[in-house]
C-alpha cells in the first residue's frame, strides 16, 4: 500500500459530486485479467467496509466526543483488520507490512486533521463512504500491483510495460509513458516522479500520479 495521503488531491477539489466509481466500473475499465479484476474488487470492498466502521468510530470519538476508545486503539485494530486482509490473498515481505502500517497511521491521521474544518460540507466527506470507497479503490491496486511486481521479478521477468487506459480520462503524465517497454528493475519518469509500477510511492511519488490511476503494467 502507499504512504502518501491520496486524500489531500480530494481536498483541493470543489466538487460536491461523488469522487469515487463504482468498484465494479472502476475495475473493469482497466487492462487486468478476469482474475485480476475478480481479486481486486473483493478486496476492495472489504476494505472499504474496514475503513468506513474505523472513520465511524474516529467521528465519534473526535466530532461527537463520545469516548470510549483513543486514536492509538483504532490505529492498532486498523492496521490488524488490514494486515488480516492482505494476508487473504499474498504472503507480504518485510515492505509490505511496511506499508500496511504507515498507510493506516497516515488515513487515521488525515482523518482527525480535517475534523476541526468549519465547514461542514467538507467534514462529511472525510467520514464518508465515498471517501472510505476511494481509498480502497486505490490500495487495492496499490497492494495488488506491487505483489505483481515482486512475484514477476522472482519468475526471472526481464522487461515491463506501462499500459494506459487509452482514454479521454488517462492524464496527460500517464499518457506519455503509455507502452513505453523498459527493463523490470528500471523507473518510469511519470511527470516529475520515477515510479517502478503505477500506484508505486515507494520512492516518493507525487499524490497527482497516484490517486484514482488506473493504469496497468505488463511484464514479459
Known sequence: MSVL???ELNALSAEKEQRSLPIDQYFDEMSLTSQQKKDRKAFAREMQEILFNAIALIHLLVVQNISGTTIDNIK????????RLVRKYTVPDGY???MVTEYTSNFVDVTVRHSASDDPESVSYWYSNDRARLNAEDEANAIFN???????????????TWITMRDGHV??????VDGETIPIEDLFLVGESMMRYPHDASLGAS??????CRCSITYF
Do not use: C
Open 171 to 176: 492524464r496527460q503524465t500517464h499518457a506519455e
Open 5 to 7: 495521503p491520496f486524500d
Open 207 to 212: 499524490v497527482d500520479e497516484l490517486a484514482n
Open 146 to 160: 506491487y505483489d505483481e511486481y515482486r512475484i514477476a521479478l522472482s519468475e526471472g521477468r526481464k522487461w515491463k
Open 96 to 98: 509490505m507490512v511496511y
Open 76 to 83: 492498532a485494530n486498523l492496521n490488524n483488520d488490514l494486515d
